[in-house]
């Protein structure tokens, strides 16, 4: 993976345009998200744990806004000889290339098909396990449901959704609590005030995140039979959804 160091919001800018998956973005994504997303490196290899429980032989597995790729690597690595395909989406070309780099990196029996394209415009079909890690949260809110109700329908019986995503809370003193450890998170990570806000004015207006009884409800409305909060660090959390 790429370990150039972020420091996209460093500088001081008059004009802060909304943030975008380009390629600025793409060569320092494995430093800003590792010292973005408290707990990333345990969803990301718990990913692969639940890949090797409930992926079945000669089904597919979809990753959903895969960016550079660690989720698939972290399901390919545990799913040897089950004849199944990994369809890995984006839609940013900058984070597809460095995707098939890092994917050609590493040896493996599992096909991985990837996608430029928008996740909202893919077929979701005999599906054992679907991830959507840190992606729902960067469509528009009125679009989420058609998505939770595809993959739903492109789930076998059996099969499951882990869905992470940045939480909202109603509760106001909780909403401010866990906003301040995580950028204390960030802070302690190397983060200057300037780069903390500055990257949050980019992002205002594209993440959009939902809380989790929007996510459980949302989940159980289209017909999951058992959804759980299984992991959470401040306010970043991650779901598995079983149909």
């Given amino acids: 993976m790429n370990t150039s160091q972020d420091t996209i919001y460093a500088q001081p800018s008059d004009h802060i345009s909304d943030f975008q998956f380009d390629n600025r973005v793409a060569g320092v994504f494995s430093d800003m998200i590792r010292r973005s997303v408290p707990g990333y490196t345990q969803i990301i290899n ?5 890949a090797d429980r409930f992926v079945k032989p000669n089904t597919q597995i979809y990753d959903l806004g895969c960016s550079l790729g660690a989720a698939t690597l972290s399901i390919r690595r545990q799913i040897h000889g089950r004849d199944c395909r990994i369809i890995a989406v984006d839609n ?5 290339t460095r995707c098939q780099e890092n994917l050609n990196a590493y040896v493996s029996d599992t096909a991985v098909e990837l996608i430029c394209g928008d ?37 076998i019986p059996g099969g ?23 950028l204390d998170f960030k802070r302690a990570n190397g983060y200057s005030e300037l780069e ?6 980019a992002l205002e207006n594209v993440m959009k995140p ?20 299984w992991f959470q660090c401040f306010n970043f959390a991650s779901m598995v959804a079983i149909k």
């Fill in 46 to 50: 718990t990913i692969g744990e639940f």
């Fill in 92 to 96: 940013s070309e900058s984070m597809v």
């Fill in 160 to 182: 499951i959704l882990v869905l992470s995503e940045k939480l909202r809370f109603d509760d106001a003193p909780v909403q401010s609590l866990l906003e301040e450890l995580h």
């Fill in 119 to 155: 996740i909202r415009d893919i077929e979701i079909n005999n599906a054992s396990l679907v991830v959507l890690n840190f992606t729902l949260q960067f469509l528009p809110p009125e679009d989420r449901e058609a998505l939770i109700a595809k993959i739903y329908r492109g789930l």
């Fill in 210 to 229: 939902d809380t989790f009884a929007i996510h459980q409800e949302r989940l159980t409305r289209q017909g999951f039979s058992h959804v759980s909060l």
């Fill in 196 to 201: 903390i806000s500055q990257k949050r004015s």
